[in-house]
C-alpha cells in the first residue's frame, strides 16, 4: 500500500485499541472532551473572580483606609480642668403635699339651699360656702326663748318668797323647815333657767352651722353635692374639698447613709435648702427650706422622710404633684472640676481622654466625686490646666491625633447658682 494513502481510523488506532469494541472507543473519547471543558470552565471562574478583587481591592484598599483613618486628626471639643466650689446635692422623687386638705362637711342634718362658691376658685377663711335651711332651729331656738322667759318668772316670784319666808323666821313666825324648803326652791329655779339658756345657745350653734364657710385659705374643688338634698352629719362625702396652697410642702425620701450629714446641718440656720424641679428635671418650680424630718427610718427602703416648706406664691406647686426634690446638703471649696461631658465608663472604669502637647490624647483613669449641675469634683487622676476632651470622644482611642474645635473652661459654677438636673433618684453627693 501507498504510504500517501490515508488510513482508517481502525488502522491509526494504537494496537491495544484496535481490538476494542468502536462503541467503547467513542463514549472514552467523550469523556476525555467532556473533562477538558469542566477544567476550562473553573479556570475562567478562578481567573474571573479574581479580577473582580483585584479591582475591589485596588478601589477601596481596606489596610490603607484603615491607616488613613487613624492618622487623620479628629476634631474634638476640649475643656481645660479649673478649680471652683462644688456643692453636695441629694435627688430624690418627692410628692407635693398641702399643710391642710379638708372635706367641708355639714355639721347639722337640713336641706342644702345654696351652693355660694364657684368649683376651683381661690377662697380664704372664712368665706361663704354653702347654705341649709335654718328654719327648724331658728323656731326650736324661739322656742326655748319662751321657755327661758317663763321659767325666769317662776324663779322670780320664788326668791320674792324666799326673802318673806327669811323674815317670818327671823321672827319665828314660820317653821324653820319651810324656809330651808324654800332655798332650796330657788336653787331648783335657777337650775331650769340655766337649762333654758343652753338650750338657746344650742339652737343659736346650729343656726351658725346651717351657715357653712371656709375653715382655711386655699383652693376649693369641685362640688360634691348639689342644692336640695338633704345633708346628714353621717354623710362622708360633704360639700366640697378646700385645700391649702401657700404655703405648701414636698415630702421625698433620703438614704439613710445621707442622715448624719443631714442632722449636722439641720442643727445650724438657715435650714438647708431644697430645690424643686418638674418631672422631667429641667424647669425649676419653686425654693424651699427642710422643714422637718420624720422620727424613723422605713425598713423597706432604707429611707427616711424629709419634708420641705415652699411659700408657692406663684402657686407652681399643684398639690399631689410629683417633683424632682434637690437637697442641698453642704458645699465643698477649691476643688479640681470638670465638666460631666468628659467622664468616659468602660473597661478602665471611670477615665477620660487627657490631651496632650503633641495634639495626641492619652486615655487616664480618674476619681470623681459629687456632681453639681454640668460640673463634677475631681478626686484624683487630674491637675488644674490639663486638657480634656468633652466632645468627639466617641471617636477616639489611645494615642490619636486630634485638633481642638472648640475650647472651654471647666471652672465650677458657684454655689448659688442653678441646682443640678440629673436623675432624680441618682445621688450625686458619693464619690466613685
Known sequence: MDERTPRSDAEAAPEYLRTVPPL??????TGSARLVIGLV???AALSGGYIVFRSLHSTHPVGAAGHNAQAAPQPVGAATIGQGDI???INALGTVTPIATITVQTQINGQLQEVAFTEGQMIKKGDFLAQIDPRPYQLLQAQYEGQLARDQGVLAQARVDLARYKTLAEQNSIARQQYEDQIYIVQQDEGTVKL?????????LNVTYCHIVSPVTGRIGLRLVDPGNY?????TTGVAVVTQLQPITVIFPVPEDDLPDILSQTKTSPPLEVYAYDRANVRSLATGRVAALDSQIDTTTGTAKLRAQFDNADNALFPNQFVNAQLVVKALHNVVTMPTAAIQRGAPGTYVYVINANDTVSVRPVS???TDGPMVAVNSGLSVGERVV????DRLRDGARVTIAGARSANATSINAAP???HPEHRVGGGQ
Open 24 to 29: 467503547v472507543v467513542e463514549r472514552q473519547r
Open 41 to 43: 470552565m473553573v479556570i
Open 87 to 89: 456643692r453636695v446635692i
Open 196 to 204: 333654758d339658756q343652753a338650750l338657746i345657745d344650742q339652737q343659736k
Open 231 to 235: 345633708l346628714q352629719t353621717t354623710n
Open 368 to 370: 470623681i466625686g459629687p
Open 390 to 393: 468633652v466632645d468627639g470622644a
Open 420 to 422: 443640678s438636673r440629673d
